[in-house]
């Protein structure tokens, strides 16, 4: 039981495994993010959402004031 392998089963010597899984997280981060902003964008325009009811939200439809 001495013949456990110490290098690593697999070496990517090109890197390219590495530059694609970077190249689709930063994709997929630049969709969140653009998502993120979409949403905080019409929630903060006041359009009503009937999925989220914010507890401060005026069911009229106009904006609150505080």
Not at 5 to 12: E, H, K, L, Q
Not at 36 to 50: E, F, I, K, N
């Amino acid at each position: 039981m001495n013949d456990v392998a110490t290098s690593p089963v697999f070496v990517d010597g090109t890197r390219r495994r590495s530059r694609r899984v970077r190249r689709l997280a930063y994709v997929a981060t630049s969709a969140c993010a653009v998502y993120m902003v979409v949403v905080g964008a019409s929630l903060a325009a006041g359009q009503r959402t009937p999925m989220l009811e914010l507890p401060f939200a005026d069911p009229s439809g106009t904006r609150c004031r505080r």
